[in-house]
């Protein structure tokens, strides 16, 4: 019943969405990593429920180090942050009738009663605030070694951000079939359609697509340990996600004509001429950038009735389900997918280089 991954960098998570607060233990981690605090807000509120598309739960992200950082540094020990919870309404839950698609069901089975159920307990989304704040402690070390992570929404419903068959009478016919959206001009057709199912108390999914540039070739490790293993184990631990695919989409369609990347040389150094492998062969970075697609599915509570049954009396029955959530989780996603990224990226630059790998100055 572990909750932790990472091989010469340990994280783990704790904590409940109506506890006390969530966290993150990171161990293992560099030695003189300068720590940006403002840098770590800055990232929670990327995360943050903001906008009107998002749910009317306020969580201030108010962070403690607790451990780990002396004057401004990592120390290389133990790194822990915590962030309290503040704004939770515990009885928006009912114990006994799981959410459809939530993990109330399975969390009952697994533990047979004594979880936290309120507001999805250990579950919940909320924790992902813990893998943001921890992403935040290395993404300026990476980004110092000229590593540069990024995530963008692609797709959010049905719309697809630059598909091909996008044109605009296609997307016209789309957004009205499925959304009945009928202004031709707008240009924010992503935002209105999480709006148009927050109106109608729904919830959509969404693709995000992430870039990780400027990794040396020869991280990760050959068959179960391989960089798409290890970043796939990874984002498949946040909630919601469904699916990891690496490198060109529909590969397994073109042919090896197609498909393969062409070596080259470029400024004195090896490059493949396309990117269709997405980084990765063999399981090892090619210096190429690694690049992924995260499917997002949509968010399982949503204010309408559904079928259910009553864990206890085995009788099945009816939810409306009451509490503040997200019509589309995807954009929050975004920032989580990054920092844990970044996490992955630090462990095995460390398992490769050591455990001054991310040390921005040595003092002795
Ligand atoms: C940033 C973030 C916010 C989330 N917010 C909600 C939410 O408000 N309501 C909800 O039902 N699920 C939310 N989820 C998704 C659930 O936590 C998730 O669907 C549930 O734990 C079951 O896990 P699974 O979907 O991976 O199977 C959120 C997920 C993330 C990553």
């Known amino acids: 019943m572990k909750n932790s991954f990472g091989n010469a960098i ?10 006390a607060g969530v ?25 943050r429920p903001s906008e009107s598309i998002s749910t009317s739960r306020r969580e201030p992200d108010e962070y403690v180090i607790q451990s780990g950082v002396y004057n401004g540094y990592t120390t290389g020990a133990p790194l822990c942050i915590f962030i309290p919870n503040t704004d939770t309404r515990s009885r ?31 579950f919940s989304g909320r924790l992902t605030a813990a893998l943001v704040a921890a992403g935040a402690i ?51 057709w992503m935002h209105q359609v999480i709006e148009h199912a927050r109106e109608r108390t729904d919830s959509v999914g969404g693709v995000l ?12 490790e050959p068959w179960f340990d391989g960089v798409e293993s290890q970043i796939a184990r ?26 393969n990347d062409e070596f080259a040389i470029k400024d004195g150094k090896i490059v493949t001429e396309t990117n269709h492998s997405g980084g990765v062969q063999g399981g090892i970075t090619n210096g190429m950038p690694v690049v992924f697609r995260t499917a997002i599915k949509p968010t399982p509570s949503i204010a309408r009735y559904q079928k259910t049954v009553n864990m206890a009396t085995l009788e099945e029955t009816e939810l409306n389900i009451k509490g503040r959530h997200d019509p589309c989780i995807v954009p929050r996603a975004r920032i989580v997918v990054d920092s844990v990224a ?9 398992v490769r280089y050591g455990s001054d790998a991310l040390s921005e100055k040595t003092k002795k």
């Open 10 to 19: 340990n994280i783990s998570l704790f904590g409940e969405s109506h506890g």
């Open 23 to 47: 966290g993150v233990l990171i161990d293992g981690i560099s030695p003189g990593i300068k720590v940006d605090e403002d840098f770590i807000a800055h990232q929670l509120t990327l995360r």
């Open 92 to 122: 928006d839950y009912t114990p006994d009738l799981p959410r459809p698609s939530h993990a109330d069901f399975t969390a009952r089975e697994k533990y047979h009663g004594f979880e936290d159920y309120r507001g999805g307990g250990h």
């Open 138 to 188: 290395v993404i300026p070390a990476l980004r110092e070694k000229g590593i540069y992570i990024g995530t963008y929404i692609k797709e959010i419903g049905q719309i697809i951000l630059g598909a091909e068959d996008h044109t605009a009478e296609n997307l016209l016919a789309i957004a009205e079939s499925k959304y009945g959206l009928t202004d031709p001009h707008s240009i924010d």
């Open 209 to 220: 697509e992430t870039a990780i540039v400027g990794l040396p070739a020869g991280l990760g």
């Open 234 to 259: 990874a984002v498949f631990g946040i909630p919601a996600v469904k699916s990891v695919a690496f490198g060109a989409e529909r590969i397994n369609v073109m042919r090896g004509s197609e498909a």
């Open 342 to 350: 970044a996490l992955v990226v630090a462990d095995m630059l460390t």
